[in-house]
């Protein structure tokens, strides 16, 4: 485990669990909420504020597609959940390249093997965290490391620690409604119930979706904690994944370039599937700020 602070704010990374963020905290107060998932095997129960989505965001169906003329079938990695998900870093050891008071970056190798099912092509990753008084700066960077093309997506999973009142607002064009098991089946303009332009309840309902055209910023306003928290995203990251439940403690939003299952839906324009030639990488930076209400 890595320890960042800075002023009234403390970080713990854990490289050995997928490069996650443990905990952060600000002025004593959960900024992420660590939460642990047992579906998730390669976290190994171990509670976390929020992890890399590397190379691709949410599910694959099935964990099946099909790229430059080649079948993959990837391993399922959540439980007996019948579709791949969140990509393969989070279940990997990253490597500390750079670690100081309150800036560290995690380099991550992934190299296949024969048959590889957690997915078939080289990559490089790099994370960098870089903490201030009220700033978390986090930046993510995928490289090709492999002979061939390779299709990328990335993004980032933290747990918003949200418990009591919470109001959640940000702008987005679509939003895609979901099957039962999670993917998406229609895309609706964010209108009425799914409009966030003006602050909604962040637990009047069950959200767990993909939104498109995502603008790049989120607010998350705690008025019982004095917290309020915004969410810069570059450009590169043009969809938002929401997951809240009524009275949880936490609201997940995720700045992701991809929509879900964008590497079979190539006939969506705009799905944020990015392809990578050999040697070239594609990156992006979130910046989560803190300040009192």
């Known amino acids: 485990m890595i320890e960042l602070s800075r002023g009234k704010s403390r970080l713990t990374i854990l490289p050995e669990t997928g490069g996650a963020v443990g905990v952060w905290q600000r002025d004593g107060k959960d900024i992420f909420l ?6 998730l ?3 190994k129960g171990e509670a976390v504020g929020a992890y890399p989505l590397i190379p691709y965001s949410n599910r694959i169906a099935n964990g099946r597609f099909s790229f430059d003329g080649q079948d993959y079938d990837l391993a399922p990695n959540m439980g007996d959940h019948p579709h791949t998900i969140h990509g393969n870093a989070w279940e990997q050891e990253w490597t500390v390249a750079h670690q100081g008071a309150s800036h560290a970056v995690l380099t991550l190798d992934h190299v296949p093997q024969d048959n590889d099912r957690q997915w078939p092509f080289a990559y490089r990753a790099v994370l960098s965290y870089l903490l201030t008084d009220d700033v978390l700066d986090v930046h993510m960077v995928v490289e090709n490391r492999d002979t061939v093309e390779q299709p990328v997506g990335f993004g980032f999973h933290p747990f918003l620690a949200a418990e009591g009142p919470a109001t959640l607002s940000f702008d987005a064009e679509k939003v895609w409604l979901t099957s039962p098991d999670g993917l998406p089946v229609e895309a609706v303009p964010c209108e009425g119930e799914w409009s966030f332009h003006t602050p909604k309840d962040a637990h009047a309902r069950f959200i767990d979706n993909c939104f498109a055209g995502f603008e790049g910023t989120v607010g998350l306003n705690r008025p019982d904690a004095g917290v309020m928290v915004t969410v810069e995203a570059d450009p590169i990251f043009t969809h938002l994944v929401v997951f809240t439940s009524p009275d949880g403690p936490f609201v997940a ?11 079979n839906r190539a006939d969506i324009p ?16 979130m910046r989560f700020r803190v300040r009192g209400v």
């Open 270 to 285: 705009g799905r944020g599937l990015h392809i990578l030639k050999p040697k070239t990488r594609i990156g992006g930076r």
């Open 34 to 39: 660590p939460v642990p998932n047992e579906a």
């Open 253 to 263: 939003v995720e700045p992701v370039t991809n929509m879900t299952d964008a590497i």
């Open 41 to 43: 095997a390669a976290q």
